[in-house]
Nanobody, 120 residues
């Protein structure tokens, strides 16, 4: 089995910063890409940022210049540094991994989500 465990969410004031972490563990041969998505109340889940094993990144327009995604391939961990947070960034943030398991099958896995609330 594969597990993704997120940490780092919480309550922060507008303009503040948070750093999310997500560690993947289990029967993993390699991870092709990892990313962060978010879902606000009453809205669909949306992409925040992704990063490939080679380090190529992709960001939603709404977070460009404020959020930075990075990863530690040796530890199967992805990070999301969030700066200049706005109330509209409030959501549950989910970690995602596109990976190949040791048995050779490719899978798409999700973490349990971590709440980020930006409020004064």
């Amino acid at each position: 089995q594969v597990q993704l465990v997120e940490s780092g969410g919480g309550l922060v004031q507008p303009g503040g910063s948070l750093r999310l972490s997500c560690a993947a563990s289990g029967s993993i041969f390699s991870i092709r890409a990892m990313g962060w998505y978010r879902q606000a109340p009453g809205k669909q889940r949306e992409l925040v940022a992704t990063i490939t094993s080679g380090g190529s990144t992709n960001y939603a327009d709404s977070v460009k210049g404020r959020f930075t995604i990075s990863r530690d391939n040796a530890k199967n961990t992805v990070f999301l540094q969030m700066n200049s947070l706005k109330p509209e960034d409030t959501a549950v943030y989910y970690c995602n991994a596109d990976l190949i398991r040791r048995l050779g099958s490719r899978g798409d896995y999700w973490g349990q989500g971590t709440q980020v609330t930006v409020s004064a």
